[in-house]
Every structure is written in C-alpha cells, then in structure tokens.
C-alpha cells in the first residue's frame, strides 16, 4: 500500500475537493502544512493580517461564488482569532471548512504553548467539528468535512489537526463516498403537504410570499421569479432574502422587518395566507411574535426542520431544500386573482414610499442610487450600521447582482474583509464595500491584504463620524444620551454630549492617509457633485482598492424603524 | 410544562456528551437527567434524557438534537412502552438500634436493599422510577436527620412486550 505524510494527503484532499483557493494564515502547529502548500501550484494561497478578517474573506469567496470557503490557521491565537468569523458564517448559513493546528496529541491537556480547545469554543457556533485522533481517520475526516458543510443548510464546519498526525505516514486513500449515519441531509419534497400549502394559496384572498436567505442560497431565483410571474402573488424579502427576485420587479414590494419599508410590513401584517420560504423568523423579522401575520395562515418551507415552528406557529411545514420545492411548486401553480390586493399595496408604496430626508453632507441614498445605475453586474458587500440598513433599503438588485451582509450575527468588520474574499472569487466583478467609519476600522489591516494580491475593491466609508446605529437608538429610545458612539470623542469633549456641533473635533483618522499609508488610492468627497467623479478615479484605478470616504450628515437616521418588542404596524417613519 | 422522556443513539467519540449537554445549556433547555454509555455495539452511546418542557419547547429539543451530525438517532418515549429506572444510594446515620430496624422496615416497602451497614450506619440501594426513589428519599429525609443522597439517573429502553 502507497504510504502518504498527512500533510501531502491534506494537500491531495483539497485537489480532489476542487479547492484553488486556501485563507491561511502561518504559525507553529501548521508549519508542516504550508511547506506542503508551497510545494503545491495549483492552489492559491491568501494571506490576510488578521484570522477573524481570514474567515470573512473564505466566507465572502463561498458566499460569493457558491463554493466552500477553506481556511487553514494556527493553533492557539490563531485558532482563537476566528470564533467571530466561524459565528458570523454560521448564522447566515455559509459553507467554510476551518483547519486549524493543534498541538500535538501527547501535550493535548499540559496547557502546552499556544493550546486552546478549539473544538470546544466553537461547539455551539459551528455545524461540525472534531479534533482528528488517528493518522488513518485524516482522509474521511476531510471529505466528511467539506460534505457537511456545503450540503444541508450549509455551514461552517472545523477540524482541528494535531501537529504530531499531520507528519505521520499513512494512507494514501481520499475516499469518494461519504456516509455518516447522523447526518442525512434531506432531499425531495413532501408533495401531499405542498398540495395542501398551495392550496390555500388559491383560496387567500391576500396572499404573500415572504422570502429569506434560503433562496439566495439555492440559487432559485429564477424559480422563485418563474412562479411570480405565473401566479402574480407579491414577495417581501428579508435583509438575507433581497435579490431572490429583482428588486425592481411589479410584484415585489420591499424588505420586511425592522428597518423594513412600510408597504412590506403592512402586507406581512394584513395578509390571509403567508408562504414563507428558506427563513427562520428572526425577531428582526417578526418584532412582536403575537402579532406577527396574526391574519394570516402560514406556510412554512425550510431545509432545516428545527427552524420551523421555533420562532412561531405555522399550519403547513414542509421540510425541503428551497429550489426542490420551488420546482415542485411550478407543476401546481395557477393564476390567482391578486389585482385588489395588488391595489391596496401599491395604495401603502405610494403613501410612505422609501427616501431619505435631504440633510447636510452627502446623502447616502444618492451615493447608492449611484451604484445602481453605475454597476450592472456587480457585488455588493456590507458591514453592519446605518450604512447596511440604507444599502439593505436603496440597492437595486437585478439578475447579475449580489448582495453580502452579515445578517444574523450583525458582525461589525465583516465588509471590508468579506469583500476582498467575494473578489478573489470574481476577479471579473466590479466589487464595491459599503462601510462605517467604525466597523471600517474594526478589519482595517485588511487594506493590505487587497494591496497585495491588487484587488480593485471600491470602499465606500459612510462617514457620519458616530457608531451611529447605536446613535440612532440612544437618539429614538434613551433620550439623546449619546454614551460612547461618538467616533470623533477627544478627551476635552463634554462627557454629557448632546449631539454634535461646531466645536465638535474632526473626525481623527485621515482615511484619505490611512488610504495611502497602505499604498492604495484614497478620495474624500464632501458634496453630492464629487461622487461621480470619485467613483470615475475609482473604476480607473484597476491595480488596488480605493477608498472613497463620503462625509455624510452626522444626525441621518435609517427610517422606518421598528422598537423591538413593538408590532411591525408600530413603525416610526420619520 | 411536563417531565418528558428521550433515548439518543449518538457516536461514541470524545466531545459528544459536550455537544449534547452544551446544546441544552446553550439554548436554556431545561435538563433535568442524563446518562450515557456504550451500548453492544462500541462505536456507538446511548443517552437516556429526561427534560422538563412545554410541548413546542420539547419539540425543537428533538430537533435540534436530530440536527447534531452526532446524533444517530432520537426516540421520544412519550408513547413508547419502555422500562426505566434509576439507581439510587442512600446513606443513614442511625446509631439507635430502633431507627436502624425502621430503615430496614423502609427499604422492604419500597424494595430497595440493605447493601451495607454498621452499628451507625445503613446504606441502602433502590433501583426504581425516579418517582419512587424521589418518595423513598422524602421519607428517609423526614425521618432522619443525617443522610447523604447519590442518584444515577435514569436509563431507559423500550419494552419487549406491550405493557
Ligand atoms: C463586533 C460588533 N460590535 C458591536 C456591534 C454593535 N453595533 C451595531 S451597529 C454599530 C455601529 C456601527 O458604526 P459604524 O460602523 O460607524 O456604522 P454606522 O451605523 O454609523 O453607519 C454597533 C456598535 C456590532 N454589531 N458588532
Ligand atoms: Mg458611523
């Protein structure tokens, strides 16, 4: 029998996993390893400047082109690092399989240099992970891991590697079949059940789709589309949800939820049938469960069978993978007469349409207006503030356009990085990353990630000098007591601020400088006439980032906005 | 809100009983028994879990469980005929000579037995429903001042005949 080192199999697994692109980030216990990948040509190795920014860049990549994310980090720190990012994918369900070093098996249990129980930190954040105990298990462990995490409702999934395993000879076997009996992700679709959810489709006399994350996943947008055109029955999205169907399409009316527009969450609130699909009814979703669609019969299709009937009670649940049952869906479907109900929504669009106030600064709607009209196909990634609500609100997503964003978990430092992963993995799309000044500076190192492998990623900074989603609550909610989410706060300033005014400090990093301390371009636009231009020097800079810093109103707000715990009728609209 | 019972076949490798036991805490389930071990095949556990829930909270119990790729297998003993016990110790002071022959006067009813003993002191072992031994413990505890509890926690498997 051919004898392999473990790190030569590792290697040969990721071939045979069709793997080209590896986020690694070097140390002690995975030394081995990287030897072995730099004997290796025909995988990419990424080196990004921190492990939380690794993980969002393999998740932006899988999020990005569909396929699983592989990230390889140290023991350790470097293990430790990555317990927001592998959070972050879990909660919006993306595919990542993280390797991460491990001290050898003897020292496991010494407190040996740079030990920590990965496994155990990440037990109720991942899908899977196991610690590898036998040089033999090294092959079916990989192909188990990348099975789990990509089918199912994807998810990331760890597999610590002690140091000791990885030098070990062994076999040189990568299986070609997986079977693990405690995981046996369900296919097909319970056709007597859809019948019966579809049925009461055509008796509602004001039906609504409410579509989630779980479509954008499939990839069954078409279907989704295909089956709104033959039975005219409108669509709100969640945040994760949005681009399912173009956003421009009659029949789709807006995002729901908390910062959801009028019209989405008056529909969610007085439709008689909802046919919800790939959501988990998050409380951003729902507010105030009792009274969530409380007109309204639901149905409920999801691939994971614990998120239905977790958050709130439907009458039809349906196991299935999203696309399956959309395409089980269109051999049943018919016209439904949904023209008066169609007149009614558009009766709630026209009376509090989207749009933001005209304030002073840049407008952040008309920065974003511009990337609709500017980027046909495109990628848009987010990090998490008022800037993701107006991006979540105001982008257009049409065929050919992609949204990232950090949905459940809401990690701050998640766009730039993730970003940087979706460009990788489409070198030939235009990529722009909306971004705060704080979360901007939570994954800045990764402006020399995107240097070095000259990624031209557009970085657009909402700058309103504030952490100002929190601001915008204390603001709404705990009256104007702005307690720590000034970012321009300099010792000297009144503790007690009431808001900003003339003698407030300047906003005290110089993205403009930072921009070019990392030898990208950097450009500050302060008024409305500067974007297109900015954007204009941006898409000519084709060898780096550019960062574009918009100095937007320090007091804009993200309207409508829900209290949590309040109905979604409740909506503050300005 | 019910006492309810569960079985799980799960893998037999370290780190399962983290996963389950963690899963309960993470999620604020209310864990009131657990027990695991080998079962005639070696790579594979099985737990015995009693929980305290309303009827939608015990169903995404389940589920979540089932969605754990270590958990081979989830029986909900709600309407299963099953055998179930609990092993329990009880240890009592009782140096009187008439206190000693009214535990041992206990344990007959209740059928638990004497297993060991000395001039001060009488340990006995039941093997019960966890009622029954929670009856056997109000009773010795009512009686006696000076007692220390071990209690095992259930196990459980279905039964062969229709009970
Ligand atoms: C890692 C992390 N820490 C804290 C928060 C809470 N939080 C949510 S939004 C926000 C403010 C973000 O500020 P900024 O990046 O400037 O964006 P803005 O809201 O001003 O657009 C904070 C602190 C979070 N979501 N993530
Ligand atoms: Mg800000």
Known sequence: ?574 | MKKRWISLYVENYSGVLAKVAGLFSAKAYNLDSLTVGATEDPTVSRMTIGVISDDATFEQIKKQLNRCVEVIKVIDFTSIPIHRNELLYIKVACPAKEDREEIFRIAQAFGAAVIDCDMENVLLQCVQTEQRNDSLIALIRDNFKDIEVVRGGSVAIESISMM
Request: aromatic residues 8%; hydrophobic residues 40%; neutral net charge.
């Open chain 1, 1 to 574: 029998m051919k004898q392999l080192k473990g790190t030569s199999l590792f290697v040969k697994a990721l071939k045979e996993e069709g793997v080209d692109t590896v986020f690694g980030y070097p140390g002690g216990m995975v030394t081995d390893i990287f030897d072995e990948l730099y004997k290796e040509d025909g995988i990419e190795v990424i080196l990004p400047r921190h492990e939380q920014a690794l993980i969002h860049e393999a998740d932006g990549y899988a999020r990005s082109t569909g396929k699983v994310g592989v990230c390889l980090v140290t023991s350790g720190p470097g293990a430790a690092n990555t317990v927001t990012g592998i959070a972050t994918a879990y909660y919006d369900s993306v595919p990542l399989v993280c390797f991460s070093g491990q001290v050898p098996l003897h020292l496991i249990g010494n407190d040996a240099f740079q030990e920590v129980d990965i496994i155990g930190m990440t037990r109720g954040i991942c899908k899977f992970g196991m610690i590898l105990k036998n040089r033999e298990d090294l092959g079916r462990v990989i192909k188990e891991a990348f099975y789990i995490a990509r089918t199912g409702k994807p998810g990331p999934v760890v597999i610590d590697l002690p140091k000791n395993l990885m030098v070990e000879m062994g076999s040189a076997e990568y299986p070609k079949e997986v079977n693990i009996r405690g995981y046996k992700p369900s296919t097909g679709v319970h056709i007597g059940q859809l019948k019966k959810a579809m049925g009461l489709l055509w008796k509602a006399k004001k039906p609504l789709m409410l579509i989630g994350g779980g479509v954008n996943i499939a990839r069954a947008g078409a279907l989704l589309t295909q089956f709104v055109e033959e039975t005219k029955i409108p669509v709100v999205t969640t945040i994760m949800g949005k681009g399912a169907i173009d956003t421009d399409h009659p029949y789709y009316i807006g995002n729901l939820g908390m910062h959801g527009e009028y019209a989405a969450n008056m529909a969610v609130s007085e439709c008689d049938v909802l046919y919800s699909i790939g959501t988990r009814f998050s409380d951003r979703v729902t507010s105030k469960i009792s009274e969530f669609a409380k007109n309204a019969q639901i149905v409920h299709i999801d691939i994971d069978s614990a998120a239905i009937s977790k958050n709130i009670k439907v009458d039809i649940p349906i196991v299935a993978d999203a696309g399956e049952a959309l395409a089980a869906m269109l051999k049943y479907n018919k016209r439904c007469d949904t023209d008066e109900w169609m007149e009614i929504i558009r009766g709630w669009k026209a009376e509090h349409p989207l749009g933001m106030k005209p304030a002073r600064g840049v407008c952040p709607e008309t920065v974003i207006e511009y990337i609709n009209k500017t980027f046909k196909e495109s990628i848009v990634v987010t990090d998490v503030g008022q800037h993701q609500m107006w991006t979540t609100q105001y982008l257009e997503l049409t065929k050919g356009k992609q949204l990232l964003t950090s949905g459940g978990m809401g990690t701050m430092g998640y766009g730039l990085p993730a970003a940087i992963g979706a460009k990788l993995g489409n070198p030939d799309k235009p990529v722009i990353c909306i971004s705060g000044d704080g979360g901007m500076q939570m994954n800045i190192q990764e402006m020399a990630t995107a240097v070095a492998h000259e990624l031209p990623v557009i970085i657009c900074i909402m700058n309103n000098g504030y952490l100002g989603m929190v601001r915008q609550i204390q603001e709404l909610f705990y009256s104007r007591h702005y307690s720590s989410v000034c970012t321009c706060w300099r010792k000297g300033c009144d503790t007690k601020c009431g808001g900003p005014s003339s003698k407030c400090p300047p906003y005290s990093t110089d993205f403009v400088k930072l921009a070019e301390a990392y030898d990208a371009m950097g450009i500050r636009v302060e008024k409305e006439e500067e974007i297109a231009p900015a954007f204009e020097k941006a898409m000519q800079n084709t060898k780096g980032p550019t960062i574009i810093e918009f100095i937007i109103d320090r007091k804009d707000m993200v309207y409508p906005i829900v209290q949590g715990g309040k109905p979604l009728t409740d909506m503050i609209l300005e």
